[in-house]
């Protein structure tokens, strides 16, 4: 029973430790522009997880139909993607999962507009605090 309670308590010291080091993770920008296909729209292929988008910087312009196809890797923790900017022509608050879905949307004034993840686990930071964030850079 003895052996059973350190290690225990040796992984628990292991989980708390990799815990902690997540906040530390420093996210790098992963940036994508996208072009205009044949069907007159900008597609873009955006993966979420474990508090990442990928690409997390996404350039388009203006007054183009964008589609974003978004997903998130393969997991138990629910993820969702969010642009709140009316003002631009965008208001997206979409659930994710492993499953492709397909956001469209026509952005209508140039600037740059964050989306992120919107959910956050009782006690903990949100996932946009941890990283779960990008740009959207609508430009001319």
Request: aromatic content about 12%; glycine content about 8%; proline content about 4%.
């Amino acid at each position: 029973m003895k052996n059973f309670a350190i290690f225990f308590l040796f992984c628990l010291g292991i989980a708390g430790y990799a815990v902690c080091r997540a906040d530390t993770y420093v996210h790098e920008e992963i940036v994508y522009q996208a072009t205009i296909a044949a069907d007159g729209v900008q597609h873009v292929r955006i993966e979420g997880g474990t508090d990442f988008y990928k690409p997390n910087h996404v350039i388009v312009k203006v007054n183009v139909p964008v589609e974003f196809t978004a997903s998130v890797e393969w997991g138990l923790i629910p993820h969702t993607l969010v642009i709140k900017s009316p003002e631009a022509g965008m208001s997206v608050d979409e659930k994710l999962s492993s499953d492709a879905k397909n956001i469209r949307f026509t952005p209508t004034a140039v600037g740059k507009y964050h989306f992120y993840c919107k959910n956050k686990l009782l006690f903990f930071k949100s996932h946009r605090e941890k990283g779960m964030e990008g740009m959207l850079e609508v430009v001319q």
